[in-house]
């Protein structure tokens, strides 16, 4: 049999190498982006229980309308953003099937996409698998700033869509409202949208604000706005997230999402919109990571590791180039054997596997692993 791949660059994703890796050689693993502790008692039993009351056939297509009513009324109270349950929300399998269909529901045959990396490794793949081309535009460590009129520059008569991430997987930096200003003043005007993957909303530190598509009236018309209850509820396994979008958009992607997977998880939609009734459930998410940050960060500085700022998401890229001139996967590969740590090598998120000697840990882990980690980390010699 002869098979012309559609995707010829890609192999396994990194986040199942590494992971795998962690697991052959017993090493802590701080490389696959999810908490090492368990999602609250209350939402478990609350599965169990709408199993036990018949939650066990499909939810309907958009999902179970009375989560979508409190998506709505959370998305109002935070962004201020009046969104109709019926029409401008759908309930998905997790972030990563919500953003493929949107790239599959609005990216024709050799439409552009301009990925701003480095990037989450599933966008660039879910545009070729529908025939777009990717436009990587590549930022520089440590800073990761976006020069918007650079990025302008890229923009042609085929571009068709813009991906956005904030708070960003890997960087840990956040737009803020100027960015925001900028995205929206290059994109007027155009037929281009904006693919806003905004998982990471309630990991926000030190006092700032999440700069959510949502807030702002001539982006949103443009956008479909990518969210994840795993990051939120520690939860990741249960593959449940949603999309929002103004109507128009939100029909052609349900168009995709139908015959896709149809419907997501239809007992644990449930739970969630019970647990979700409850606004505190996600209120201390931001405090809870920030101190898991600063206790990580306190502990590596006795290692020759230099942290690269991090404002969101539960990651912390540090920088070895002080320790080593290794491309930054054999780097990892030689940590998770040698040394008992596994961390995902950031050249990953670029196209052109840009290799900045830097690679990202996550510490959605506990206080002890963590310490753990960190003493094996400061045992790496040059
Ligand atoms: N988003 C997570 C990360 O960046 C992992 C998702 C996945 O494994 N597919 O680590």
Redesign the pocket.
């Known amino acids: 049999m002869h098979v012309t791949s559609k995707l010829p660059q890609v192999g396994t994703?990194i986040?199942t190498v590494m992971s795998g890796l962690a697991q052959a050689h017993g090493a802590i693993n701080l490389s696959?982006?999810f908490p090492n502790f368990d999602p609250s008692e209350r939402l478990q039993r609350l599965v169990f229980e709408h199993m036990r009351r018949g939650a066990n056939q499909y939810s309907p297509m958009p999902g179970l309308l009375r989560l979508r009513e409190r998506i709505a009324e959370k998305m109002e109270r935070l962004y201020g953003r009046a969104l109709d349950p019926e029409t401008e929300i759908t309930i998905t399998a997790g972030g990563?099937q919500a953003i493929f269909c949107v790239i599959a529901a609005f990216v024709h045959p050799g439409d552009e996409v301009i990925l701003i990396e480095p990037c989450?490794d599933s966008y660039r793949p879910s545009v070729e698998t529908v025939g777009g081309v990717a436009v990587p535009f590549a930022l520089s460590a440590p800073t990761y700033r976006i020069d918007w009129e650079a990025l302008k520059r890229r923009i042609t008569q085929r571009t068709r869509m813009i991906c956005i991430n904030t708070p960003n997987?890997p960087t840990g930096t956040l737009l803020r409202e100027e960015d925001m200003l900028s995205l929206s003043r290059i994109l007027k005007d155009t037929d281009i949208l904006v693919m806003s993957d905004e998982v990471y909303e309630h990991i926000i530190f030190d006092g700032e604000q999440h700069a959510s598509v949502l807030r702002y009236d001539d982006l949103y018309e443009r956008s479909l706005c990518v969210y994840s209850f795993g990051k939120t509820y520690h939860n990741t396994g249960w593959k449940t997230g949603y999309c929002i979008a103004p109507p128009e958009l939100m029909r052609e992607f349900r168009k995709v999402h139908q015959f896709n997977v149809f419907s997501a998880n239809h007992p644990i939609q449930a739970a969630l919109a019970d647990f979700m009734a409850d606004p505190s459930e996600y209120a201390g998410l931001a405090e809870f990571y920030q101190q898991k940050r600063d206790r990580f960060q306190q502990a590596m500085a006795y290692t020759r590791f230099k942290p690269i700022p991090c404002k969101g998401t539960y990651f912390q890229l540090y920088d070895y180039s002080a320790i080593s001139d290794e491309p930054d996967l054999d780097f990892c590969k030689r940590l998770t054997v040698e040394y008992g740590v596994a961390a995902?090598p950031v050249s990953s998120f670029f196209s052109h596997k840009q290799d900045d000697k830097i690679i990202r840990f996550?510490f959605a882990k506990t206080d002890d692993l963590l310490e753990q980690a960190s003493e094996r980390l400061s045992k790496v010699k040059v």
Request: hydrophobic share 20%; net charge neutral.
């Open positions: 994703t986040f696959q982006g990563t989450y997987n995902i996550c």
